[in-house]
């Protein structure tokens, strides 16, 4: 862990990225207090980083490591139920319940893994999310220990840490807040260490990883493995704020989506599309089910969930936090281009002309500029595209 | 014996549906490399479709049934022009771009679910057609399967002969075996895929329609479908048709004679105890290989 944080911080400009990161977390701590309105939106938009944890893991596993799962809901389920049983059958306290939550979670991880990793791309997408749906008939079989249908509640416990039970909205949100900020500061140091650099590695070239040596399943079923834990402790936190498990809400072709949906949304090549994914998508989602929403026409609140997902995967199918950073990109250059008064027509510079990483901050704002600057070049592209109908494959 | 005939003989007919509704998420997938989670919405689409025409508007049942076919291939086509279409245009690996068409798929999803809600509203509807029923040495087939069976086998030799015998089934395999080949020998392969996507839609209606008679109808009755039909098309090998069409098959018989010697509530553990055995065994599915979408 040392070396994952010596990583993270020996990034050049760490310094400004963490002040940053402390800034945004700061104010995103303070919203309840001058922001968001009624009890339901804080309430919603705890939830929003409770599913922030699960968006997160599914980055590391589906974006970083590219094995787009859509079963990591089994994950999730784990930890929400480890967390029910413990509370309703064994009575061991919460923090035995997520020590559960994990173990069952790596195990789970592993067993998973051993099957579905003999498949990749679309097949381990389809397996994996046929495996979260068995688990939810599992959940509704063995009633006995699960209760079933009906779902188990939390028996009320004092409030205090040692129950991990909080009387008051606000105590939730800081409590969930610092959690999330935990798991993403985990995260993002896991993506920047050499586990993050091989995981890379295996989603861009697995012919070439293999070549060089690597071992390619031990690395997915790593993958796996932290997604795994990240979410479990998502399931967990989820059963200990809203006091209710039931097997469609663990298990269900609804969350088994959500989790990829929104970092998909968010953009899945960073830990941050995982973030904004949740935070935009997830207060919507709660108000489309609320009572709040109940006045308007029934399935409203989700058309417009559905229409914004389209919308923006229409604009640019790399994801939210794609299309800002790419607008950003587009209003800088061309705001320095009016500020200079001048297109520029010299030769590109040695830094500009340096190979891009495909998805990387600089790819915007080098493509933006490049546009500007050799159009013809640009017109090029446009007409192998024309002629080929293809788009030249990043592969 | 009787029972196991009668199970089987059911198990047959509602594979022929199940069969219908997967092998277009297969041919969808096989030509366009599009996984179609709205798979199980276009077969609600169908089901509201035969609401909408036969029981509110009496129009002839066999009058309808060409209607719901050709309104969902229309439907098909324009989700392909007005959204997928679009992706292929950005710069990202194929996997991605699978990811990104996924969620949108998803997001058609939610939104087909939510819209025949908002207008239809959640009661669940019956339609009374083909109520009629054969008995056979004892054995009862209900004319809706009976007719059910007679239609997806037609829609299947048809299939077959454009795939087989036509200019433009030729040109849908040549896309399906090098698009940038095929597409600098003249083929227009944005209209191949988008005639793909509209016909794996229009088999979803069709299926749909048919399901109608037989299946209650409520907005979130495509669900159910859309597991099946992955199921399905991963033990058929993606994006192979005939593979899809006989697993089709297989999973309906695995599903009557579960609910039919286990237990009615449990007939889903069946196809998903199938499911999970093959896995252990071919992970590629039974008739799948690796390159499967060559298999047209």
Known sequence: MTTLLANLTSHKQSFTKSVAIVGLVGLAASLPWWLLPSGFWVSAVTTSYIFGIAAVAWVLIG????????????????????????DQHLHIGPYGGLGIAIGIGIIASLLIGTISFRTVGVYFALITFTTSLVFELFANYFASLTSGAIGISETSAPAGLSNFNFTSADTWYLVTIAIFALV???????????????????????????????????????????????TALAGWLYFQFLGFIDPSSAFGLTVATLIPVMALFGGSRRIAGGVVGAIVL??????????????????????????????????????????VLRGVGYVTVHARQILQGTTRTEEPTKEENRMTVPGSKNETIYKANTRAKFPVENDRAKIIETVTGETDELR | MRELVDTLVTGILIGAVFSLFSCGLTIIFGITRVVNFAQGDFITVGMYGIVLLYSLLHIPFYASLPIVLV???????????????????????????????????????????????????????????????????????????????????????????????TRFGRAIAATVDDRQMASAFGVNTERVFAIAFGTGIAMAGLAGAILSTYYTVTPTAGEDFLIVAFIVVIMGGLGNVPGTIISGFVAAIVESVTASYVSLQLEDIGIYALFIVILMIRPQGLFGVHAAADSL
């Open chain 1, 63 to 86: 974006g970083i490591a590219g094995q787009a799962t859509f079963g990591n809901s089994v994950f999730f389920g784990i930890g929400a139920y480890s967390a029910a049983i413990a």
């Open chain 1, 184 to 230: 993403t500061i985990a995260a993002l140091a896991i993506s920047k260490s050499w586990t993050g650099t091989v995981w890379r590695a295996l989603r861009d070239a697995e012919d070439a990883a293999t070549a060089c040596g690597l071992y390619v399943r031990w690395l997915k079923n790593g993958a796996l493995l932290w997604s795994a834990v990240f």
């Open chain 1, 282 to 323: 997830i207060p919507l989602e709660q108000f489309a089910g609320s009572t709040q929403a109940a006045s308007l026409p029934s399935g409203l609140g989700l058309i417009i969930f559905a229409t914004i997902v389209i919308i923006i995967l229409w604009i640019d199918p790399r994801g939210l936090v794609n299309l």
């Open chain 2, 71 to 165: 309104a969902s291939f229309a439907i098909g086509l324009i989700v392909y022009r007005a959204i997928i279409s679009r992706t292929y245009r950005f710069r990202q690996t194929s996997a991605e771009r699978e990811q990104s068409q996924m969620v949108i798929t998803l997001g058609i999803s939610i939104l087909i679910t939510n819209i025949i809600l908002a207008i239809a509203g959640p009661n669940p509807r019956s339609v009374n057609a083909l109520t009629g029923r054969v008995l056979a040495d004892g054995i009862v087939l209900p004319d809706s399967q009976l007719v059910a069976f007679g239609i997806v086998i037609v829609i299947f030799a048809l299939l077959f002969i454009a795939i087989k015998f």
